[in-house]
């Protein structure tokens, strides 16, 4: 069974930084892109981040500057380092992967971690 596992959210004050962490497990063949998306009370899901299995990465513009995305492809895991939060990056943070596994073998399907909260608050 593949899963995606998260860690690292919490609470913290305004102008604080957190570093979120997705360790993906199972009998994964390859890892495509990965990403990070957020979820606020009454909101839809939104793009925060994404690393593509080159490095390239692209950011939400609310995030630019403050956020970065990094991945480790010998341990099958990513990141996010979150700097200078705001309260309206208060959310539940997901992971997300497009995965190649023994199950599903040439084709790319897309997991999700089971969320981690977020709130930045003083």
């Known amino acids: 069974q593949v899963q995606l596992v998260e860690s690292g959210g919490g609470l913290v004050q305004p102008g604080g930084s957190l570093r979120l962490s997705c360790a993906a497990a199972?009998?994964?063949?390859?890892?495509?892109?990965m990403a990070w998306y957020r979820q606020a009370p009454g909101k839809q899901r939104e793009l925060v981040a994404t690393?593509?299995?080159?490095?390239?990465?692209n950011y939400a513009d609310s995030v630019k500057g403050r956020f970065t995305i990094s991945r480790d492809n010998a341990q099958n895991t990513w990141s996010l380092q979150m700097h200078s939060l705001k309260p309206e990056d208060t959310a539940v943070y997901y992971c997300?992967?497009?995965?190649?596994?023994?199950?599903?073998?040439?084709?790319?399907?897309?997991?999700w971690g089971q969320g981690t909260q977020v709130t930045v608050s003083s």
């Open positions: 199972g009998r994964i063949l390859s890892i495509y892109n």
């Open positions: 997300n992967a497009d995965l190649e596994t023994t199950m599903t073998i040439g084709v790319r399907v897309p997991y």
């Open positions: 690393i593509t299995s080159g490095g390239t990465t």
